[in-house]
């Protein structure tokens, strides 16, 4: 069973990138399973206490290196990657020793009330992954464009063009996970 950690979201009250995020554990391949990993506790990242991390972050840090892939759902602020998801990533990436993502495959989706779908986001937050090593997915591209009309009122996305191209995008996650599992297995 391949296991995917996902984060994200907004701290916002029906919040659209948290309702997509959730709305993927209903659209995830046969033999994976999604955990989502609650990001709201995780304070303000401290450097002088990154050797003694607070309980959460190293919750996180420990469910992000078990994991065999992770799915990143963030809002764009301001064309950037929201603060809230950059000190969350901030905070588990340090020391760097115990940074978990390096090898890691990471799909990114977004959802936006605009007509970009949170896409610069995304990009920023790809350049990011970069530097902690993780292996960002090319594509589909998930951007949940004009986000209102595409959940129902119970927060599920209803939308079958944003339905089709996250579960592509996670079974794309599925496989290439496995793909990095084989060629780990096959070195040792
Ligand atoms: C501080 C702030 C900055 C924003 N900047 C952008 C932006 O640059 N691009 C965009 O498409 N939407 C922007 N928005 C609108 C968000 O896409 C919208 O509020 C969205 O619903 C946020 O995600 P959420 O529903 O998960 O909270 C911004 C919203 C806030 C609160």
Redo the contacts with the bound molecule.
């Keep these: 069973m391949a296991k995917i950690i996902g984060f994200g979201?907004?701290r916002?009250n029906?919040?659209?990138?948290?309702?997509l995020l959730y709305s993927c554990r209903s659209l995830m391949p046969e033999g994976s399973e999604l955990d989502i990993f609650d990001i709201s506790s995780i304070p303000l990242f401290e450097p002088d206490q990154e050797n003694n991390p607070p309980e959460v972050v190293a919750r996180f840090q420990m469910a992000v290196k078990e994991s065999d892939g992770v799915l990143i759902v963030t809002?764009?602020?301001?064309?950037?990657i929201?603060g809230y998801i950059k000190n969350a990533i901030d905070s588990v990436s340090r020391p760097p020793e115990r940074n978990p993502f390096p090898g890691k495959p990471v799909a990114l989706m977004s959802?936006?009330?605009?007509m970009?779908?949170?896409s610069?986001?995304q990009y920023h937050l790809r350049q990011v992954l970069v530097f902690l090593d993780a292996i960002p997915l090319n594509k589909p591209e998930v951007f949940v464009t004009f986000?209102p009309q595409k959940f129902n009122e119970n927060m599920e996305l209803i939308d079958d063009q944003a339905k089709k191209f996250a579960s592509q995008l996670l079974r794309n996650l599925v496989e290439f996970s496995a793909v990095l599992k084989r060629g780990l297995s096959q070195k040792n």
């Design positions: 979201g907004s916002r029906g919040s659209y990138n948290r309702a809002p764009e602020y301001n064309f950037s929201p959802a936006s009330i605009g970009l779908g949170g610069r986001a986000a």
